[in-house]
Structure formats: structure tokens, C-alpha cells
């Protein structure tokens, strides 16, 4: 009787463990602050946790920086770097200083442009988006000015015109010949908006 006791529990732990190994999911959670990376990859596969982590947050600080990501193709970024492992169907977890599935960046104003909104060599908290709305303040790549921050002051479509907050105009002579120094005002697509500036 004791025999068939212990042997029905060991069946029993074979089977709870079984069913722990197919029933729990592989899951990767991230943390993001706007500069700083968190990732923890919780599996059961025999996998080098340490190699997927630091790619992943490889991959996340590339995202930062890239104008055309946003949360959907970062996840998908993220489930192609655990297929490379060898995990399929993984659980992606984004959170962050800004909430669940939001990817804050930290900027650092250049210029004068915005004054006197934000100062030169202010830090600002992006939400890396393309929800613009008039009025917001917003980090672009412009293909004339490089990387700019401008306040949005129309859309139409897909495009979108930024004007700098410093309305004032100087002149200044540069060889010989004198230019009007003036804030930046240009049109922009919604996919070079890099995302809106939540906190300043």
C-alpha cells in the first residue's frame, strides 16, 4: 500500500511538472526611464540569458534613436531577437517611466530656438509617437535641419509644420554680407517625428 501511495505521488510531481514546463510562458519584460534599459528574460529553455538581455537592450537603445519605430515594430524587434534564441511565442512586457507600452526618451535641447519655453542645453521626456496634435512640442529629423525640436503648428495629412517659440529677429553680418537671424519654421513628415515632448 505504501509502494502505491509513493508511486502516486511521484506521478503526480512528474505530471505538475510537466504541465508547469508547457503551461508557463516564456516572457521577456523591459523597463525603460528615457536613457536607461532594464530587461529580464524568464524561461525554462536553456538559453544564455545574459546574450538575449544585452541584445535586447541593444536593440532598445537603436529604437530610441530611430524615428520610424514605434511599440508595435519594437515588440516585433523583440520577438525576432527570442526567435534568433530560439523562443517562440514569448510574452513581450513594456513598461515604463510613462506608463505600460510606452517608449519615454530622454533629449537634450541645442539652441535658442525655444525660448523661452526651453532653454539650450535643457533635458526634455519624449514619448516616442506619431500622435501629434497642434500645439505639442516635438522632436523631429528634418532633411534640411538635421535633428530639431519645434512646436507643431499645422498638420495637413501626413505633413506636418514646425515653428521655433522664439519669435525674436536679429541680423547679424557674416563675410561681409548681413542675414536675418530668425527661429526655424518647416514642414516635416509624420514619419520623421521622432515623438512629443511629455515633460520639460
Not at 521577456?28 to 524561461?43: A, F, K, M, Q, R
Not at 496634435?133 to 514646425?162: C, F, P, T
Request: net charge negative; proline share 1%.
Amino acid at each position: 500500500m505504501a509502494k502505491k501511495v509513493i508511486l502516486a505521488v511521484i506521478i503526480v510531481i512528474l505530471i505538475a511538472v510537466f504541465a508547469l514546463i508547457f503551461l508557463v510562458n516564456d516572457t521577456v519584460d523591459v523597463y525603460i526611464d528615457g536613457e536607461n534599459v532594464t530587461v529580464t528574460t524568464n524561461t525554462l529553455s536553456d538559453i544564455d540569458e545574459n546574450s538575449i538581455n544585452h541584445d535586447i537592450c541593444d536593440y532598445t537603445l537603436d529604437v530610441m534613436d530611430d524615428t520610424t519605430t514605434d511599440i508595435d515594430t519594437y515588440k516585433k524587434g523583440i520577438s525576432d531577437i527570442c526567435s534568433s534564441y530560439g523562443l517562440e511565442d514569448v510574452e513581450i512586457n513594456i513598461d515604463s517611466s510613462i506608463g505600460e507600452n510606452q517608449i519615454p526618451v530622454i533629449v537634450y535641447v541645442d539652441g535658442t530656438s525655444m525660448l523661452p519655453t526651453l532653454q539650450d542645453g535643457q533635458s526634455v521626456l519624449l514619448n516616442k509617437t506619431h500622435n501629434v496634435h497642434v500645439g505639442d512640442i516635438v522632436v523631429a529629423d528634418s532633411d534640411e535641419y538635421g535633428g530639431i525640436i519645434k512646436r507643431v503648428g499645422d498638420i495637413n495629412g501626413d505633413e506636418v509644420y514646425l515653428i521655433s517659440d522664439n519669435k525674436e529677429v536679429s541680423y547679424e553680418y557674416i563675410n561681409g554680407a548681413l542675414y536675418e537671424i530668425k527661429g526655424i519654421t518647416t514642414w516635416v513628415n509624420i514619419n520623421d517625428i521622432n515623438g512629443v515632448v511629455i515633460s520639460y
